[in-house]
């Protein structure tokens, strides 16, 4: 079992920058790919990047790609997403999900555990 606990989202203004925070208890993230998603308001939840926990590989969705990074530190047993240049379309609640000894998982259903997610407001 994995709990997951999203922090660091918040208001901003379009241009700002944000970094989230996906920390993990009752296991090691070690063997676990992250993965962030996020759904706007009226939408269904999307795939936003994973880390893989081989070599740390990482994959981004398009819309997100060159703005955000997603990184890992497995000492303190998390992973982050830090989101510069941020526009009204980035607002959304953003989950983290993980998905043990799995390369590469682009899909929801692929993902074992999720936290609550994180509020993230871009404002124009």
């Known amino acids: 079992q994995v709990q997951l606990v999203e922090s660091g989202g918040g208001l901003v203004q379009a241009g700002d920058s944000l970094r989230l925070s996906c920390a993990a208890s009752?296991?090691?993230?070690?063997?676990?790919?992250v993965g962030w998603f996020r759904q706007a308001p009226g939408k269904e939840r999307e795939f936003v990047t994973y880390?893989?926990?081989?070599?740390?590989?990482?994959y981004y969705a398009d819309s997100v790609k060159g703005r955000f990074t997603i990184s890992r530190d497995n000492a303190k047993n998390a992973v982050y997403l830090q989101m510069n240049s941020l526009k009204p379309e980035d607002t959304a609640v953003y989950y983290c999900a993980v998905v043990e000894v799995r390369a590469f998982a682009l899909r929801q259903h692929e993902y074992d555990y999720w936290g609550q997610g994180t509020q993230v407001t871009v404002s124009s």
């Open positions: 880390i893989s926990w081989i070599g740390g590989r990482t």
């Open positions: 009752g296991r090691t993230l070690s063997t676990y790919t």
